[in-house]
């Protein structure tokens, strides 16, 4: 949170999605860039609390450059740690594969608060969709 990864939004890019919370404000812009198959470039930039904004981060230091879809297979992957209600068993292949990400398995406990950690990854997840369009 206090260090946020590709925080800004890149002049070139394929498709922007803006994303909000409605539950308590959150909202990140997020832009992305589609090369050979690839996130070649994702920036975003928003507000709200320190899970929206570090898990936004977070996201997007794990799918920058990486291909498309490793991308959606890792929102698929974070969409189910925060739909267990702090009740995943995470392996070490897990661990490895979602890095940092795994630091949001707590928060699954509080569904008021599961949406905050989405939101950054949905966003990622529409704005490739948009741009493979």
């Known amino acids: ?28 812009t997020l832009r992305v860039k589609i090369a050979d198959g690839a996130i070649a470039d994702l920036g975003w930039d928003g507000e709200g609390c320190s899970i929206s904004q570090a898990s936004t981060s977070v996201m997007s230091e794990l799918v920058t450059g990486k291909p498309v879809e490793h991308a959606i297979q890792l929102q698929g992957r974070f969409l189910e740690l925060m739909q267990s209600r702090g009740e995943a068993e995470l392996s070490e292949s897990d661990e490895d594969e979602l ?34 369009a």
């Open 99 to 132: 890095e940092d990400a795994v630091a949001f398995e707590g928060v699954s406990k509080y569904p008021a608060r599961v949406k905050c950690a989405l939101l950054g990854w949905m966003a990622m997840k529409s704005a490739v969709t948009e741009a493979q």
């Open 1 to 28: 949170y206090k260090n946020p990864q590709h925080r800004g939004l890149p002049a070139d890019f394929d498709a922007e999605v803006h994303h909000v919370n409605p539950t308590c404000g959150d909202e990140v």
